[in-house]
């Protein structure tokens, strides 16, 4: 099967400090994939650098396809258009407009073909809690209704790959893991998805495949359902959290 969204060799340096070293990431079509790892293990660093994004302004190296299409060189924006769509984990929300007028701002592509396309009704089906907000403005809402925004915004643009940086920070577990299922959900119709969490025990129970990453590698890649019996996986990320 093609991998819908392949990164070789991810290298991120900020001066001296390595923060993604040689990482490879593989996304297969329609497979939810997980990341996780300790604070600053490089987690976002990398998520971002395969988005095109940076925070400051860092060396970025490697290689990344969408579909097999090289998407390097190209600014996030240009890479959203492919589909290639992060939901940053800033949310990105805007404070004075209304739930409508954020999501209006992205408007869908023309051509769909390869890609997920969602209507505002689907959006709504999929959140129906935004369907009651939809005259709020950002400010007035919850971290969990932010999220949802930020979620629908990203789909939107009708991803092929959808990348979702650390949707459970400053979330109720129970949130976390509604968000999470409704995300497997859109997995199972065909959606490729590369989820970026510290909340390893929630990310296990959803993904097929777990990476662990630590001081910038991946130390440890197994389809989700081996990892739950991965010692090293419980002792050192599941006991403590
Ligand atoms: P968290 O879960 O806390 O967000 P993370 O796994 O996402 O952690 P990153 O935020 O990617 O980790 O950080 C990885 C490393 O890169 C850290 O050592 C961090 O200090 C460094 N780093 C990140 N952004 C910058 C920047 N703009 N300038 C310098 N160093 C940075």
Redesign the pocket.
């Known amino acids: 099967m093609t991998d819908s969204l392949e990164a070789i060799g991810i290298t ?1 340096r ?2 001296g ?1 390595v ?2 070293d040689g990482i490879d990431v593989a996304v297969p079509a329609g497979r939810m994939v997980g990341m996780v ?12 650098a395969i988005a095109g994004w ?5 060396v970025v190296r490697g290689e990344v396809r969408l579909a097999g299409q090289k998407m390097d060189g190209l600014p996030p924006h240009r890479r959203a258009e492919r589909g290639l769509v992060l939901v940053p ?1 800033g949310k990105g929300i805007f404070a004075e407009l209304t739930v409508m007028e954020n999501l209006a701002l992205v408007r869908p592509p023309a051509d769909t073909r390869g890609r997920h396309a969602f209507s505002m009704d689907d959006i709504f089906t999929l959140f129906p809690r935004l369907a009651e907000r939809r005259g709020h403005k950002g400010r007035m809402l919850s971290g969990g209704e932010r999220q949802m925004v930020a979620v629908s915004r990203a789909l939107r643009a009708a991803p092929a790959v959808l990348l979702l ?2 949707p459970s920070a400053g979330l109720a577990p129970r949130l976390v893991h509604e968000l999470l299922t409704t995300m497997r959900g859109l997995v199972d119709r065909g959606l490729s998805l590369l989820l ?1 969490e ?1 909340n390893a025990r929630a990310t296990l129970e959803l993904v097929d495949e777990l990476y662990l ?1 630590e001081r ?1 590698k991946v130390v440890a890649r197994e389809a989700a359902s081996d990892m739950k019996d991965d010692p090293r996986i419980l002792e050192a990320y599941l006991g403590n959290l």
């Open positions: 991120v900020y001066g400090n923060a993604v790892g300790a604070n600053g293990a490089g987690k976002s660093t990398l998520i971002n940076s925070r400051g302004t860092p984990e940086d650390e970026v510290q990453l910038g």
